[in-house]
């Protein structure tokens, strides 16, 4: 795998994980959990796209 992808999974994994989403969900609701782990993906797949491009 290369650097930027693996980057953009190191990333986003822990954050958006199935059991980590239930109590995100239960502290700040169903909506902000919902945009939070999108901001999350969107920001890592950036992340690994300027990594990847810059280091790769």
Known sequence: MAGGP???LLLAGPSVSL???PVISRVMGARK??????????FS???GFVYGNIVG
């Open 45 to 47: 797949a950036l992340a």
């Open 33 to 42: 959990t919902a945009v939070y782990a999108v901001l999350v993906i969107l």
């Open 6 to 8: 693996a980057l953009a």
């Open 19 to 21: 059991p980590s989403l």
